[in-house]
């Protein structure tokens, strides 16, 4: 389709340029008034116009900046201009691209919902509609405010786990990478002392001596096996069928099954509170809350919700058919409708589920840790409990 350089009028008076697709000039210029511009040139694009890459995936830490930066700016500026002054100070190449994009599509005349709407790769589905719903009531500073405090909630949760989760990982990976060094390395060359001396080892030696050997023969196939294995893992769950049953069973788990169903329960309340207040139905909220969500059950879970919603039926009724969601969220979300304040009761759940998730985290990584030392220490002991033992077995016969 043919392009056409243009330069027009906007709403505020001020002259914009751009490009757009038509047939035809006239198409062109029916096109420009369609978004509510006036058409003061319309010339086609010298040469064929070239396909500009599609701007990278902005990451949730910048989605979360940018969307307190807009929140702040939009409340004293234009949204042209607010958009324009967030990408242009964007330090990020992606997130400037990606910025800059939807005020090149704003400038023009869409929505900025229906300008986010072509970057989806960077903003998601509930974002988008709850920006929909802000532009839709007139309280677009408010809903982006509300996004913020949302995007930064859940930055603020990945980051305590990525915090908690630092020190043990390294420990742990340390302790792996000593025992295989003492295993690979130091035991053999203890063990060929031993064997010049034509005497039989202790049974511990002989079974330190047996993983050392069978580490050090079959190390790299164990390896390849269980990358193989990952591969087929991965293709395996890409059945449906399959994926809803592992998904399942993992909700079964004593402590992760709990984990995962606290932190979809105060998301899913979060997101439904903030919707509700921005004008949003609630059938509306499930439907979008249930895309974003990895667990298949839970995600089936929240679909169902919707239809029994859909239907006529209460949200808590529909929670508690659900079966996966935890108590607290099921009486707050029923004393909220008996007293017509759902969004704040659902609020106050999520607040408190969050909290509870938030200081199991805490008690299980402090527990974590110790753990992997005592591990360690253990295994240490084992092999130099094997090496000693043979040593102390010859000086005893040495002596007597």
Same mark, same amino acid.
């Given at each position: 389709?043919?392009?056409?350089?243009?330069?027009?009028? $906007?709403?505020?008076?001020?002259?914009?340029?751009?490009v757009?697709?038509?047939?035809? %000039?006239?198409?062109?210029?029916?096109?420009?008034?369609?978004?509510?511009?006036?058409?003061?040139?319309?010339?086609?694009?010298?040469?064929?116009?070239? %396909?500009?890459?599609?701007?990278?995936?902005? /990451? !949730?830490?910048?989605?979360?900046?940018?969307?307190?930066?807009?929140?702040?700016?939009?409340?004293?500026?234009?949204?042209?201009?607010? *958009?324009?002054?967030?990408?242009?100070?964007?330090?990020? /190449?992606?997130?400037?691209?990606?910025?800059?994009?939807?005020? %090149?599509?704003?400038?023009?005349g869409?929505?900025?919902?229906? &300008?986010?709407?072509r970057?989806?790769?960077?903003?998601?589905? *509930?974002?988008?509609?709850?920006? !929909?719903?802000?532009?839709?009531? #007139?309280?677009?500073?408010a809903?982006?405010?509300?996004?913020?405090?949302?995007?930064?909630?859940?930055?603020?949760?990945?980051?305590?786990?990525?915090?908690?989760?630092?020190?043990?990982?390294?420990?742990?990976?340390?302790?792996?990478?000593?025992?295989?060094?003492?295993? +690979?390395?130091?035991?053999?060359?203890?063990?060929?002392?031993? $064997?010049?001396?034509?005497?039989?080892?202790?049974? *511990?030696?002989?079974?330190?001596?047996?993983?050392?050997?069978?580490? #050090?023969?079959?190390?790299?196939? *164990?390896?390849?096996?269980?990358?193989?294995?990952?591969?087929?893992?991965?293709?395996?769950?890409?059945?449906? &069928?399959?994926?809803? /049953?592992? $998904?399942?069973?993992i909700?079964?788990?004593?402590?992760?099954?709990?984990?995962?169903?606290?932190?979809? %329960?105060?998301?899913m309340?979060?997101?439904?509170?903030?919707?509700?207040?921005?004008g949003?139905?609630?059938?509306? #909220? @499930?439907?979008?809350?249930?895309?974003?969500?990895?667990?298949?059950?839970?995600?089936?879970?929240?679909?169902?919700?919707?239809?029994?919603?859909?239907?006529?039926?209460? @949200?808590?009724?529909?929670?508690?058919?659900? #079966?996966?969601?935890?108590?607290?969220?099921?009486?707050?979300?029923?004393?909220?409708? $008996?007293?017509?304040?759902l969004?704040?009761?659902?609020?106050?759940?999520?607040d408190?589920?969050?909290?509870?998730?938030?200081?199991? +985290? /805490?008690?299980?990584?402090?527990?974590?840790?110790?753990?992997?030392?005592?591990?360690?220490?253990?295994?240490?002991?084992?092999?130099?409990?094997?090496?000693?033992?043979?040593?102390?077995?010859?000086?005893? @016969?040495?002596?007597?």
């Amino acid at each position: 389709m043919p392009s056409f350089d243009y330069a027009a009028l $906007d709403r505020a008076g001020r002259t914009v340029t751009g490009v757009v697709d038509a047939p035809g %000039a006239e198409h062109a210029r029916a096109r420009l008034e369609q978004r509510r511009l006036v058409p003061l040139q319309v010339e086609p694009t010298a040469g064929r116009r070239t %396909a500009s890459p599609r701007p990278a995936r902005i /990451r !949730a830490r910048e989605l979360s900046l940018a969307t307190r930066q807009l929140s702040s700016l939009v409340a004293s500026m234009t949204l042209e201009e607010a *958009l324009r002054t967030v990408g242009s100070q964007a330090t990020r /190449r992606n997130l400037r691209e990606v910025m800059l994009a939807v005020h %090149a599509e704003v400038v023009e005349g869409f929505r900025l919902s229906e &300008a986010m709407g072509r970057q989806p790769r960077s903003f998601p589905a *509930l974002y988008r509609a709850m920006v !929909a719903a802000g532009e839709g009531t #007139g309280a677009l500073p408010a809903i982006l405010e509300r996004l913020a405090d949302l995007l930064e909630r859940e930055q603020q949760v990945r980051s305590q786990l990525a915090t908690a989760l630092a020190y043990p990982a390294a420990l742990a990976l340390t302790a792996v990478g000593v025992v295989l060094a003492l295993m +690979t390395f130091v035991v053999p060359r203890v063990v060929e002392q031993f $064997d010049s001396m034509g005497r039989e080892l202790p049974w *511990l030696t002989r079974f330190v001596v047996g993983v050392s050997g069978f580490l #050090g023969s079959w190390a790299l196939p *164990l390896l390849a096996l269980l990358g193989v294995a990952a591969i087929a893992a991965a293709r395996v769950l890409r059945d449906p &069928a399959v994926r809803l /049953r592992v $998904d399942t069973a993992i909700l079964r788990l004593p402590l992760l099954g709990r984990l995962l169903r606290e932190v979809h %329960a105060a998301r899913m309340a979060r997101t439904l509170a903030i919707m509700l207040e921005s004008g949003l139905p609630v059938m509306e #909220g @499930l439907a979008i809350t249930a895309r974003t969500v990895g667990n298949r059950r839970l995600r089936l879970a929240t679909e169902s919700m919707t239809g029994a919603v859909r239907e006529g039926g209460s @949200l808590s009724a529909a929670m508690r058919r659900a #079966g996966v969601f935890p108590p607290t969220l099921l009486y707050m979300a029923a004393s909220g409708e $008996d007293s017509g304040r759902l969004a704040p009761m659902l609020e106050r759940a999520a607040d408190y589920l969050e909290r509870e998730f938030n200081t199991f +985290t /805490r008690a299980a990584m402090s527990l974590l840790e110790p753990a992997i030392i005592v591990v360690l220490g253990g295994v240490v002991a084992v092999i130099v409990l094997s090496i000693l033992l043979p040593i102390l077995q010859f000086n005893t @016969l040495v002596l007597g």
